[in-house]
């Protein structure tokens, strides 16, 4: 027997008269929403508070309006002093229309990891975020590009619309695109080498 | 009402006076109290050190003494546990009616003034039987703070457990005796006289430390502050 | 070497070397995670829904497995099983080799320590540097990482790790190659089950959510590692699996609030428990290494049987009753000992005594001595009862000996 039957018989052998055989049936008992926080308004605030609360310092959270967004960015980076940025090559043009003196480079053809490293921030979007937890979700989706674009730098400025915040990790999860790679970021680690400072912008109407 | 004692091989043998607190409680509450004598021991301390078999038999020998009474009190928690959660598994049937102290006069008698006068600064360690097996909740506490003259002191970190644990004890006695070195620091920062408890094994152990040091701080079970009477009779020594 | 450390000695021998006074960071972490817990109105419904879900996951662990490898597979994956950590060592090894040069990075876990991850590669003369510290440059250099995880969703093939820190995202997103090591009882059936998992678990260890928690399928066209292997490893959990009891051990999902309640643990740390730390590696180690020796046979032992551990336990796993079931599977295995230990002497003598009412009289009469429970001579056979005592009265005073039984009182009342 090789190692993949003799564990599966191993398996069936322990489980013996207890084996549930075929696929399990889903469970049907968990909380899917919240009853504290239903507008979009509410769950904004709520999002931002939970956001700020974070371990390691909290996340800065500000809120704009959508014609606000692009002043909103560049006030950003002039405050952290950033003068090259890397930008997923999909990020929409008014979000970096108000930049001034701030080299943005596009992630296409993707960036080596040196030139990533060698940047002093990223901005993106993000596909969805969470109100309970103060996390945001990112999923290679538009507006976000790929992993690397906001692991390597050591600041990202992430832009949350209003309408994509959800009240709950169940709600969360049930809008999760299968087979994406996802990244929940909650806040930002007390050390390491990867501790990233990470901003929020929501925006609502 | 009609109660049949089950006092615990450890307090027939070596705690006798929580026993005789129990009865002149119950007695002066109206109750009748008898005492099989056939009983010895609920198996407690073969379950929990892995001896099985040996539990099995004493918990089969329980239920047949104990079988035909309407309510058997123990001042015992982790007894009043082993009975219930224990012996249905070793026997197979429903094991006979057990209440721990606490829970037969709050919750069967509904009192919780016994009209008891015990005038000392007394802490209560909520030991862990009473607190995640019995869950006796706040019964004991309700209890003590209806005592006269009674000086009721909170202890510091009083749901850590006091490192007794039956065989570990004397299994892992460096350890054993480490958790009750904090038990007996938070007492002592208190001021209190007394420490008192609704389990006489863990007492044993607090209070064994407790008189080594020389504290002069006892170690008393429930039972004989809610029997006293502040009259000074038999019993009423602490 | 393949395991670090199975320790050679009993647990009370080690703890008694380590004791310690615990710092104010313990009180600190279980605050917040009564806080954390405290903020879900449903707690105790996702706990038991925890429970649900990992029991179900267990009974149904072959399918779960062939399905799970047939979804890495899907999404560009290659599965590999181990029996035990020496299998998993040379899957590792080879599947390093075959990576080609450039560094390595390792992002610890109970399992790349166990496999022994950083020697496998060293013998391979690939160097492994553990992810942590100012490891920066090397982890942008890294061709090829191992990692542990925390979930394996079977339906899609989709990895789980729960990080601390932001050097852990580096490792699983950066190298050419991607070797994760999981046991087998690490699968979870589908996706939306991560529901459950993804509220008790980080809640569990004091915080709404990890830092950060990623998630990965096979490999991503320009996103992460060109390559990914996951090794499945058993090691001792289908043994766990065949106690009907032990088995929900396996529940486990690493939070390590068990830990942090642990009365023992906070005074003795992790060392004496050897491989897995705490109440929950007490009732996990013996079960994957067997009770034969000494240290396995001792951890059952390792606990006050408190319950603070089950109270916190986001799958409901009854700690202290698996530690009573583990105690009897070593006094069992020890009764077929053609000599009796003292103790099973000591305990079939205290039995004895309690099964008969006049034998049980008759010692309460004589006990004019600690031990006088015990049948008359007992003390003579047996020099381990002064021992005993001995334990007892190192650090305790005994009560005072009553003048007469409970029952004697009793007779003379009437």
Redesign the interface.
């Known amino acids: 027997m090789n190692a993949r039957e003799e564990i599966l018989h191993r398996v069936r052998e322990a489980l013996g008269a207890d084996r549930g055989g075929g696929f399990p049936a889903p469970s049907g008992r968990v909380r899917r929403t919240d009853g504290r926080a239903s507008g979009q308004g509410e769950l904004a605030a709520l999002f931002a508070e939970r956001a700020a609360e974070h371990a390691g310092g909290g996340t800065a959270v500000r809120h704009v309006g959508a014609d606000g967004l692009g002043t909103a960015v560049a006030a950003a980076l002039w405050a952290r002093g950033a003068g090259r940025i890397a930008v997923p090559a999909d990020l929409p043009f008014g979000w970096l229309a108000a930049l001034r003196g701030v080299e943005a480079l596009a992630d296409a053809p993707p960036l080596e990891p040196d030139e990533l490293a060698g940047v002093d921030g990223t901005v993106t979007g993000c596909a969805l975020a969470v109100a309970e937890t103060g996390t945001v979700v990112l999923d290679g989706g538009g507006t976000q590009g790929r992993r690397a674009l906001t692991l390597v730098p050591g600041y990202h400025l992430c832009v949350v619309r209003a309408e994509q915040i959800v009240a709950t990790v169940p709600e969360a999860v049930g809008r999760l695109a299968p087979g994406r790679p996802l990244t929940w970021i909650s806040g930002r680690p007390a050390d390491g080498a990867g501790a990233r400072v990470l901003e929020l912008l929501i925006v609502e109407e | 009402m009609r109660v049949a004692l089950f ?1 615990s ?1 450890v ?7 929580t ?2 607190a129990v ?1 002149r409680l119950l007695e002066r509450l109206g109750h009748e109290v008898v ?1 099989e ?2 009983q ?2 609920c ?1 407690q ?8 078999r ?2 099995a ?2 918990a089969a ?1 329980f239920a047949g003494v104990f079988g035909r009474h309407e309510a058997v009190v123990t001042p015992s928690a982790s007894c009043a546990a082993t009975v219930r959660a224990v012996h249905p598994r070793l026997t197979g049937g429903a094991p006979p009616p057990v209440y721990e102290l606490t829970e037969f006069l709050v919750d069967v008698l509904g009192v919780t003034d016994v009209g008891a006068c015990y005038p000392r600064k007394v802490v209560y360690q909520p030991t ?2 009473s ?3 019995t869950r006796l909740g706040d019964r004991p506490l309700r209890l003590l703070r209806a005592v006269r003259g009674l000086e009721f002191a909170e202890l510091p970190d009083a ?3 006091c ?18 070195a904090d038990k007996v620091r938070h007492v002592r920062g208190t001021g209190a006289e007394v420490v008192c408890a609704v389990d006489d094994s863990c007492l ?2 607090i ?3 407790l ?2 040091l020389r504290t002069g701080v006892r170690a008393v079970h429930l039972a004989q502050i809610l029997a006293a009477t502040g009259s000074g009779g038999e019993g009423e020594e602490w | 070497m393949v395991t670090p450390l199975p320790l050679p000695v009993r647990f009370a021998d080690a703890a008694r070397t380590t004791l310690a006074v615990p710092g104010s960071e313990e009180a600190d972490s279980r605050r917040r995670r009564a806080e954390a817990v405290a903020e879900l109105p449903d707690w105790e419904e996702l706990r038991h829904a925890g429970e649900e879900l990992r029991d179900r996951t267990l009974r149904h662990l072959d399918t779960l497995l062939e399905t799970l490898e047939a979804a890495v597979v899907r999404a560009g994956g290659t599965v590999h099983w181990a029996r035990d950590a020496a299998e998993a060592r040379r899957i590792v090894t080879r599947l390093a080799s075959a990576a080609g040069g450039g560094g390595a990075v390792e992002l610890p876990s109970p399992l790349t320590r166990r496999i022994d991850a950083a020697g496998a590669l060293a013998a391979a003369g690939i160097t492994l540097h553990r992810a942590g510290g100012p490891a920066r440059e090397r982890l942008l250099d890294a061709a090829l990482a191992v990692s542990g995880a925390r979930f394996l969703v079977a339906e899609t093939g989709t990895v789980v790790a729960f990080e601390p820190d932001g050097d852990a995202r580096m490792c699983l997103t950066l190298p050419r190659t991607l070797i994760t090591v999981a046991g087998i009882e690490q699968v979870v059936p589908r996706l939306r089950d991560l529901e459950v998992l993804l509220q008790l678990l980080p809640r569990s260890a004091g915080e709404r959510m990890s830092p950060y928690v990623t998630m990965w399928t096979g490999v991503t066209p320009d996103d992460g590692p060109r390559e990914f292997h996951l090794v499945l490893l058993d090691d001792g959990r289908t043994a766990a699996l065949s106690d009907g009891t032990g088995r929900t051990a396996l529940r486990c999902v690493g939070c390590e609030a068990c830990l942090r309640v642990c009365p023992v643990y906070k005074r003795v740390g992790d060392d004496p428990y050897g491989e897995l730390p705490g109440p929950i590696g007490a009732i996990l180690t013996p079960q994957l290494r067997g009770i034969e020796a000494a240290h396995e046979a001792s951890l059952p032992f390792a606990s006050t049987l408190c319950g603070a551990c089950a109270d916190v336990c986001p799958v409901r796993i009854d700690i202290p009753d698996v530690l009573v079931h583990l105690r009897a599977r070593v006094v069992e295995s020890r009764r077929r000992h053609p000599v009796p230990t003292p103790e099973l002497a000591l305990m079939r003598a205290a039995a004895w005594t309690m099964g008969d009412r006049w034998r049980y009289e008759r010692a309460l009469a004589r006990a004019t001595r600690w031990g006088g429970l015990l049948p008359g001579g007992l003390l003579r056979r047996l020099p381990v009862l002064p021992l005993l005592l001995g334990r007892w009265t190192d650090a305790r005073d005994l009560p005072a000996l009553p003048d007469r039984s409970f029952r004697d009182w009793w007779k003379a009342r009437r």
């Open positions: 006092v091989c307090n027939d043998a070596l705690q006798p006076r026993g005789r009865v005492f004598p056939a010895t021991c198996g301390m073969h379950w929990t050190t892995g001896y099985h040996e539990a038999g004493l020998r862990c039987h607190l995640r097996a749901e850590e457990c490192g007794f644990g039956g065989a570990f004890a004397l299994k892992n006695a460096d350890t054993s005796v480490a958790l009750g044993a152990h209070g064994g430390m008189s080594r």
